[in-house]
């Protein structure tokens, strides 16, 4: 099955400029599995160190907020995933 991941603006700099990239997967976290096991670079980015997702992350699926449970989401062949970064500050 084939989803498409779009990538923040911030994210494409680990994976050759490219805005979006074509995964497999049953749920989201299968998906972001197979993007990082592309673009290694991406694990730092997306996940703590104990393999939680980053806090700062947020993901969508077909432009819909996935949260909680991001990463247990079932996907089907042709959705999209939306990787954005929040931004904080003052």
Sequence with gaps: MSVKVNLHSSHRQYT?????IEVVGRTIGECLNDL???FPD???VL???DGTLNNLIEIYLNLE???????KKPVRDGDEIQITLMLAGG
């Design 16 to 20: 050759g400029n490219r805005k979006t």
């Design 36 to 38: 990082v096991g592309r």
């Design 42 to 44: 991406m694990r730092n």
């Design 47 to 49: 996940y703590h160190r």
């Design 65 to 71: 907020s996935t949260y909680p449970d991001e990463l």
